[in-house]
T-cell receptor, first 109, second 116 residues
């Protein structure tokens, strides 16, 4: 089976940098995805790492270490609108996704 | 990016009645769609995989006779909650992926179901 662990909540101030970690246990590994979900809204895709290293997309970056079964999402220059839940996810089987429990990010002024 | 819509966005129904939720891919064809349920402050739990032209695949613990899924076309999947009970009150979200990138799923806006 698949299991993912991530912190339940992270707080930070505007302009800061925050890192959300995710460790996983999978029976087969294809990559690690990150999704953002605002309260009451739909999850939106942020990034995907299939290989080790850092992927940068604007203010957001995602990192993967397959040997450590570990990844993180890095958010820079935090803005109030970044307050949301962030989920790491792994593909499991044919096209399905297993999600972590989510990390609620609270950005304060 | 690809767009997925859901209807209705909110629905309130009485206990014992049935509710149908529609999920549409607006600008792409989706042979596979997914239905999730999300309780407040919790993660998305996959309920079933909806396959166009064939039976849905249900996750362990999800009652297929209670949550009826129909995927009659490449752009439409429906979830019917039959004989709804208050414990079925939840946020139901569908998703699909465009082409071969299954790790990048496109989610509908969700349907908030309240059973009274």
């Amino acid at each position: 089976g698949q299991s993912l662990e991530q912190p339940s909540e992270v707080t930070a101030v505007e302009g800061a940098i925050v890192q959300i970690n995710c460790t996983y246990q999978t029976s087969g590994f294809y990559g690690l995805s990150w999704y953002q979900q605002h309260d009451g809204g739909a999850p939106t895709f942020l990034s995907y790492n299939a290989l080790d290293g850092l992927e940068e997309t604007g203010r957001f970056s995602s990192f993967l270490s397959r040997s450590d079964s570990y990844g993180y999402l890095l958010l820079q220059e935090l803005q109030m609108k970044d307050s949301a839940s962030y989920f790491c996810a792994v593909p499991s089987g044919y096209s399905t996704l297993t999600f972590g429990k989510g990390t609620m990010l609270l950005v304060s002024p | 990016g690809a767009v997925v819509s859901q209807h209705p966005s909110r629905v309130i129904c009485k206990s014992g009645t049935s509710v149908k939720i529609e999920c549409r891919s607006l600008d792409f064809q989706a042979t596979t769609m997914f239905w999730y349920r999300q309780f407040p402050k919790q993660s998305l739990m996959l309920m079933a995989t909806s396959n166009e032209g064939s039976k849905a695949t249900y996750e362990q613990g999800v009652e297929k006779d209670k949550f009826l899924i129909n995927h009659a076309s490449l752009t439409l999947s429906t979830l019917t909650v039959t004989s709804a009970h208050p414990e079925d009150s939840s946020f139901y979200i569908c998703s699909a992926f465009n082409s071969g990138n299954s790790y990048e799923q496109y989610f509908g806006p969700g349907t908030r179901l309240t059973v009274t």
